[in-house]
């Protein structure tokens, strides 16, 4: 019970690096989740609007990548960021910028995927209406993720879930350095190792708060999707 009051002291108390710790874990997941959405959105519209070869293989690839262990993610990036790497002159390694793009390729498919199922019932409810009126391939793409959008938000909420609970990736291409690539959750496993467990309790209390707020924004948007379906009826 000392280590839970002293943890919450610590959260009240605005402690500088609890909060620069706080931030900067948001600044990351945020920039990872806006990324990855507007790349999966527009690719899951196409991909439920066009049928093409190799597009059965690409859902199957994104659904088996939802699975993925991030610390392999986070190998890969490791490897392609990395002096010998690819894109090493960049000197990403070990910064924000790293864990952002190791984000983002671990949030990717889980978006991808769910703005598909939300697509799938819209294209069928419009198909015939869309072609009978020869609607432009762009107004097609706008409309079915308008109508959906309810569902996409919550794709893009557990999506941010999913990064603000990241661990391995984050550690492998972050490094874990004090106040510049220490977000929660690393924290969280270094200060426990440590002894150290209010802070790593009061962390923990923040991330638990943020998951509560996010699963009770999925939940309040599903809702609200679900009322907007019933009244266009």
């Not at 943890?7 to 990324?35: C, E, K, N, P, Y």
């Not at 015939?128 to 107004?139: E, G, K, S």
């Not at 190792?193 to 939940?219: D, R, V, W, Y």
Request: with cysteine.
């Amino acid at each position: 019970m000392d280590v839970i009051s002293k943890s919450i002291q610590l959260i009240f108390s605005g402690d500088h690096d609890l909060f620069q710790i706080v931030l900067l874990s948001l600044r990351v997941s945020f920039t990872a989740t806006f990324i990855a959405s507007c790349l999966a959105i527009p690719f899951g519209a196409m991909l439920t609007n066009y049928d093409f070869t190799g597009k059965r293989a690409i859902m199957v690839v994104a659904s088996a990548f939802m699975a993925l262990p991030p610390v392999v993610v986070g190998l890969l990036v490791y490897l392609m960021l990395s002096r010998s790497g690819p894109l090493g002159e960049w000197g990403l390694l070990y910064t924000p910028s790293a864990m952002i793009i190791a984000q983002t390729m671990l949030i990717f498919p889980i978006v991808l995927v769910l703005t598909v199922e939300a697509l799938k019932p819209i294209k069928r409810d419009y198909s015939h209406l869309m072609n009978a009126l020869d609607v432009p391939p762009m107004l097609r793409l706008r409309t079915m993720i308008w109508d959906a959008r309810f569902a996409i938000y919550t794709a893009v909420l557990a999506g941010f879930g999913r990064a603000l609970a990241e661990v391995g990736a984050v550690i492998l291409v972050g490094g874990n350095i004090n106040g510049q690539t220490r977000v929660m959750t690393t924290t969280i496993a270094l200060e426990s190792s440590k002894g150290n467990l209010e802070l790593a309790l009061a962390l923990g209390l923040i991330l638990i708060l943020l998951a509560l707020i996010i699963n009770a924004a999925m939940h309040g948007v599903a809702r609200i999707g679900q009322r907007y379906q019933v009244t266009r009826q």
